[in-house]
């Protein structure tokens, strides 16, 4: 009981006062993901170094619920500093474990909208979930 | 205020296995019956009975357990057309859903009447179920869907539905029962004013009528009337199409092979009699059994009874929100004329938010835009948080509505 109204408190806080929202100008890369179910709209927009290789900073805009726009404003921080390389293996399950809260599998299309709207920005299919295989090859 | 039908509700109470569950530690509080009820005991029962007793398929064997099973089978079909008083056995017929059964008419009437030119009249309020076909129906055949406009109160504009009829009117389809904003729509009379002006057949989305009132589909003159059978309490797979005899008759069958013919040679079939020139295939036999012990449940209340009290529950739940500051309440503010669904939203709580917080205190209500999201375009919301009765809730849900309500408030601090 306590416990979820800590997780609560982690994405109010993120939902009233969301990270790196907002426009970003001249970005290397920007997609718009939707879910018309619900409504839910995130933008998001990156620029990389001067290498092209790293994530200097990423925005992000839109509506939602506490989870789609906590999650958008997690994502902005968690994935500053990663290269594309990293975040092209960065699943979605490494990212619903970064942020901490457990979320219920309804739900979890709302928390993951930023990270695919992200993916398609960059240019990037959703990484396989890793899997040992319990066969020799 | 006293609650007069108490016992209506004690019973059923009982009669629900699901209802004595806990979620989160919470009495489960189910606040979801619009989208689809929970089954009494007696449905349950009546369906472990077929399979456990007297099992078999139907139609087809000279066996004992097969000719009871199409007894069993075929008394529903009985039992149907008296809950809706239809004319003839003749004229129900089997589906999946109340969606299949639209598909049906838009299929087999549709593909073979609708012509370039011709228009569809549906509404604004509709369930994308008696949308889509349409609107698929009209693109493959270059016809048009034309949509009756609610008014601010949220009820059907009467004057312009019948302003839009025509004789270019071939189809009318509308939904008894909205499923969004609970209105009860005057179905009787829409009937009128389409034979008046129109040839239009009319077919009625009952998905939300039959489950909550009395209806009885000779009074209200329609062509076609469907409906599914999970959302009155009996089990998901079975839907019912009635359709007018001499229609149905003129018709080509929806789906063919099986059970729907009545000779098959290698050069092509002859079509069965009705109903079961509609039902190709196995249809869902324990299912409709199932349905059967619905229809007997509801029916030892009465339609009357079943209505009059959710119209209590609806009179004590809709005042209650509306009193509270932040609520608004999408649909009729009034009783009058509306059935138990009741869309609303507090402050700028997003419904996914509103539904986690009422799930953590054990309460189901459903969010989004429950499959109506052209009318929610119309409202000018994205989606909506829905809570709606049935014969098994009580006062003590309307009150966790209520404390959840708060509590979404404080949370947000609307
Ligand atoms: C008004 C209305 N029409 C049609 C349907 C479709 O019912 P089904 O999904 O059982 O085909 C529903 C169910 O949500 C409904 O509420």
Same mark, same amino acid.
């Given at each position: ?9 982690? &994405?109010?806080?993120?939902?009233? $006062? ?16 939707? $879910? ?7 933008? &998001? ?12 900073? %990423? ?72 899997? #040992? ?5 | ?21 806990? %979620? ?6 189910? /606040? ?20 456990? $007793? ?54 087999? *009437? ?12 549906? #509404?604004?309020?509709? @369930?994308?179920? $008696?949308?889509?076909? *349409? ?9 048009? =869907?034309?949509? =009756? ?8 504009? /009467? ?20 499923? %969004?904003?609970?209105? &009860? ?16 057949? =009319?077919?009625?989305?009952? +998905? ?17 009337? %469907? ?43 002859? *079509?069965?009699? /009705?109903? *079961?020139?509609?039902?190709?295939? #196995? ?9 059967? +012990? ?18 209590? /529950? ?12 932040? =609520? ?20 700028? !709580? ?13 309460? !189901? ?10 009318? @929610? ?16 809730? #009580?006062?003590?849900? &309307? ?16």
């Amino acid at each position: 009981m306590t416990e979820s109204i800590l997780y609560r408190e982690i &994405i109010m806080d993120h939902y009233k $006062n969301p990270r790196n929202k907002g426009i970003m100008r001249h970005p290397d890369g920007s997609a718009e993901r939707d $879910n018309p179910l619900c409504g839910d709209r995130i933008v &998001i927009a990156y620029k990389l170094d001067g290498k092209k290789k790293k994530l200097l900073s %990423v925005k992000f805009e839109g509506t939602g619920c506490s989870l789609t726009r906590a999650g958008a404003s997690m994502l902005t921080e968690f994935v500053k500093g990663k290269t594309i390389k990293e975040l092209a293996v960065y699943t979605d399950g490494d990212f619903i474990a970064d942020m901490g809260v457990p979320i219920t599998p309804a739900r979890k299309k709302c928390a993951l909208l930023a990270l695919e709207a992200l993916r398609t920005a960059v240019g990037i299919e959703k990484p396989l979930i890793r899997k #040992t295989s319990r066969y020799p090859k | 205020m006293v609650f007069k039908n108490k016992k209506l509700s004690a019973a059923c109470i009982r009669d629900f296995p699901i209802l004595k569950k806990r %979620v989160h530690g919470k009495r489960f509080v189910f /606040l979801d019956s619009a989208a689809s009820t929970q089954k009494p005991q007696a449905v349950i029962d009546a369906m472990s009975a077929c399979y456990k $007793n007297y099992y078999a398929n139907v139609h087809r064997g000279i066996y004992q357990f097969s000719e009871r099973a199409s007894e069993a089978y075929e008394e529903v079909r009985e039992k149907v057309r008296s809950f809706i008083n239809a004319g003839s056995t003749r004229e129900i017929i089997f589906t999946r859903n109340a969606t299949e059964s639209i598909n049906l008419v838009a299929y087999s *009437w549709g593909k073979a009447n609708i012509r370039k030119g011709d228009e569809i009249l549906i #509404t604004e309020m509709e @369930h994308h179920a $008696n949308l889509v076909p *349409w609107q698929e129906l009209a693109k493959e055949h270059g016809a048009k =869907v034309r949509y =009756v406009p609610i008014t601010g109160r949220g009820r059907l504009d /009467l004057d312009a539905f019948e302003s839009m009829i025509s004789v270019k009117t071939k189809i009318v389809a509308f939904a008894h029962v909205s499923n %969004v904003l609970g209105t &009860i729509n005057p179905a009787a009379k829409l009937v009128q004013i389409a034979r008046k002006k129109s040839p239009a057949i =009319v077919l009625v989305d009952g +998905a939300q009528s039959v489950p909550h009132l009395p209806v009885d589909v000779q009074a209200i003159g329609a062509d076609f009337y %469907v409906f599914s059978a999970h959302k009155m309490l009996g089990p998901s797979g079975v839907g019912v199409l009635h359709g007018r005899e001499e229609i149905l008759s003129e018709m080509r069958p929806f789906m063919t092979g099986g059970d729907m013919i009545s000779k098959v040679t290698f050069e092509g079939a002859q *079509w069965n009699d /009705l109903p *079961w020139k509609f039902e190709a295939g #196995t249809p869902d036999i324990a299912g409709v059994i199932g349905f059967g +012990a619905a229809l007997d449940y509801l029916s030892a209340f009465g339609m009357k009874t079943v209505q009059a009290y959710e119209e209590k /529950l609806t009179a004590r739940a809709l005042p209650a929100l509306l009193a509270i500051p932040g =609520v608004e309440v999408y649909g009729p503010k009034e009783t009058r004329d509306r059935s138990s669904a009741i869309a609303f939203s507090v402050g700028d !709580a997003h419904p996914h938010d509103i539904a986690s917080i009422f799930d953590e205190e054990g309460i !189901a209500i459903r969010a989004g835009d429950h499959c109506a999201q052209p009318l @929610h375009e119309k409202l000018g919301v994205p989606a909506t948080a829905r809570a709606s009765f049935y014969l098994y809730n #009580t006062p003590a849900d &309307i009150e966790a509505l209520i404390r959840g309500v708060y509590k979404v408030k404080k949370i947000f601090r609307v």
